[in-house]
């Protein structure tokens, strides 16, 4: 069973900073790859960024040089450091596991941006 809590958000002006975190519980979450995506309203939830099990990266082309993901195994949690924040940026963000086929979510956490 793997459970996803995310925590962190808020409401901050443009340019300002939040981190994100996702604390993950079962027993795949250290060998699978965690994400961040995002939905805002009347939009379709979108990618943020990724990490796998190794580190390897991955970002949305709106949040490179912004944004940054990273992973502590020790404590089963995801991170995500954003900086320069933006109005555009403003969603419920959502934490995801990708473990071969089988995707997992978290209740997501709202990020408002202010301009």
């Known amino acids: 069973q793997v459970q996803l809590v995310e925590s962190g958000g808020g409401l901050v002006q443009a340019g300002g900073s939040l981190r994100l975190s996702c604390a993950a519980s079962g027993s795949i979450v250290n060998i699978a790859t965690m994400g961040w995506f995002r939905q805002a309203p009347g939009n379709q939830r979108e990618l943020v960024a990724t990490?796998?099990?190794?580190?390897?990266?991955n970002y949305a082309d709106s949040v490179k040089g912004r944004f940054t993901i990273s992973r502590d195994n020790a404590r089963n949690t995801v991170y995500l450091q954003m900086n320069s924040l933006r109005p555009e940026d403003t969603a419920v963000y959502y934490c995801?596991?990708?473990?071969?086929?089988?995707?997992?979510w978290g209740q997501g956490t709202q990020v408002t941006v202010s301009s």
């Open positions: 990490i796998t099990s190794r580190g390897s990266t």
């Open positions: 995801n596991l990708n473990y071969g086929l089988r995707h997992y």
